[in-house]
C-alpha cells in the first residue's frame, strides 16, 4: 500500500486471470481458450489488412462490427455493444445497469470479476448459494425485484440452465435488468438471444475469445433491448471512445462470415469433452456434465490443490481455486484430441 494510492485503490482485491506462461512449454489447460485456430477467413483478412489503417483511430462506433453481428443474430443495431473483450463489456453493465438501490445478486461460484467489478464500483451485492450439486436455483431468485448476472453456462462449474428458467428471471423481476454472460453458451447450452426482444430486462453478453479462437483480438458484445444499449454507449463514451481496434474489428467480422468452420470446431470440442470426460471418469474422477469447453472434476484420493501441482510438474497447466467448495476441484479446459489424451495419461500416473 502506498500514500499516493486512492481509498478504493487500497481496497481492492483485484482479479486474478489464470497464468500465461511466457517462458516453458506448457500444455494450457487453464483459461478455456480455443485448441485450434481461427478460421481460415480470418487468416485472409489479417493478411488484407492495410497497415495504414494503424495511423488513424478506428471507427468509434465499430459499424462494420455491429453490422455484421446484426446479421448473425437477425436483430437491429439498436439491439447491439461492442467492446474490448466481454470483460469490458461487462464492467460497463455494472456501472450503468446494475448499480442501484437494490443489491445485486449473482451466484456465490461464479466467474470472479463479478466481485471485483461490484468492489470497484461500489455495487451492493447479494451472493446467491449454490445447491450442493452446484446447480443454480431460479426459486432463489424470485424472491425480490433486484439485477441479477448470471454466467450461464456457469463457470467454473461448467452446468446450464435451460431457457425457461432465463426466462423466468427475466419475468420473476420485471424493475430489474437481468444480464445473462454467455462467453460458453456455443458448446451446447440454449442462448437467451431469442428473449431480448421479448424481455426489455434481459441483456445477453458474449464473446469472441473462446468458441472464435479471438482471445489475442479482445472482442465482445452484448445483446439487449435499445434502452439498456444507450445505457452502455453512454457509459463508454464517459470511459473510451474508440474500445475496438481495427484490426481486431476486422478479424471478428471475418470469423463471422465463416459459421460453417465456427459450428465445425465446436462440435470438434464438444466430441472431445466427452471423451474427456469418460477418460476422467474411468480414473476414478467426478466430473459435472459441461456444456461448456472444460470440465469441473474432482478425484475422492487426491485434493484439487495436489492435482494442479502435479500437473504443474509435468508441464500442463489447469485451474484451482483454493476457496471453499472448490478445494477438492480443478476445472480443465477441452483441449485437442491428442492434448485431451496427453492430459488422461499423465492424470493416469498420477492417481496410480
Ligand atoms: C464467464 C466468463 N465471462 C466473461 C469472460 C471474459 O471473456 P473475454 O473478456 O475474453 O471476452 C470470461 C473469461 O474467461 C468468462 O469465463
Redesign the pocket.
Known amino acids: 500500500m502506498s500514500q499516493f494510492w486512492s481509498d478504493v485503490t487500497a481496497r481492492l482485491k483485484p482479479y486474478v486471470p489464470g497464468e500465461q506462461p511466457v517462458e516453458g512449454s506448457f500444455l494450457k489447460l487453464n ?2 481458450e480455443n485448441p485450434y485456430p481461427p478460421s481460415p477467413d480470418v487468416n485472409s483478412a489479417v493478411s488484407d489488412f492495410s497497415i495504414s489503417n494503424l495511423s488513424l483511430y478506428p471507427d468509434p462506433d465499430s459499424r462494420m462490427l455491429v453490422d455484421a453481428l446484426s446479421e448473425r443474430f437477425n436483430l437491429s443495431t439498436e439491439y447491439i455493444f461492442v467492446g474490448n ?4 463489456v ?1 464492467a460497463h453493465t455494472f456501472v450503468g445497469l446494475l448499480r442501484q438501490e437494490r443489491p445485486l445478486r449473482f451466484p456465490d461460484i461464479s ?1 470472479g ?1 463479478y466481485s471485483v467489478w461490484a468492489e470497484l464500483f461500489d455495487i451492493d451485492t447479494k451472493l446467491i448459494p449454490l445447491r450442493q450439486d452446484f446447480s443454480i436455483n431460479v426459486h432463489d431468485y424470485l424472491d425480490a425485484d433486484s439485477p441479477i448476472i448470471i ?1 450461464n453456462p456457469n ?1 467454473p462449474t461448467s452446468l446450464a440452465l435451460g431457457l425457461s428458467d432465463i426466462e423466468r428471471l427475466a419475468s420473476g423481476n420485471p424493475d430489474s435488468v437481468v444480464v445473462i ?1 454467455e ?2 453458451i456455443d458448446y451446447g447450452g440454449e442462448s437467451a438471444v431469442p428473449l431480448v426482444e421479448k424481455y426489455e430486462n434481459i441483456l445477453v ?1 458474449q ?3 473462446k468458441s472464435r479462437a479471438l ?1 489475442g483480438t ?1 472482442v ?1 458484445y452484448a445483446l439487449g433491448h435499445p434502452v439498456l444499449i444507450q445505457a452502455l454507449r453512454r457509459v463508454k463514451d464517459s470511459f473510451n471512445s474508440y474500445p475496438v481496434d481495427s484490426f481486431s474489428q476486422a478479424t471478428a467480422v471475418a470469423s463471422l462470415s465463416d459459421e460453417d468452420y465456427f459450428r465445425k470446431c465446436c462440435d470438434r470440442i464438444c466430441s472431445s469433452r466427452e471423451s474427456l470426460i469418460e477418460g476422467l471418469i474411468n480414473l476414478g474422477f467426478d466430473v459435472l456434465p459441461s456444456k461448456t469447453n472444460f470440465v469441473f472434476a474432482s478425484h475422492p484420493d487426491i485434493s484439487g490443490a495436489e492435482l494442479y501441482s502435479d500437473l504443474y510438474k509435468r508441464k500442463i497447466l489447469v485451474r484451482y481455486w483454493d476457496v471453499p467448495r472448490l478445494q477438492g476441484h480443478v476445472r480443465i479446459t477441452v483441449g485437442s484430441e491428442n492434448q485431451c489424451e496427453q492430459l488422461l495419461s499423465e492424470l493416469g500416473k498420477i492417481v496410480s
Open positions: 483459461t478455456n473483450g466481454s470483460d469490458e461487462l466467474y470479476f454466467a463457470a454472460d462467453a460458453y453478453v464473446t469472441f475469445s482471445a479482445r465482445g
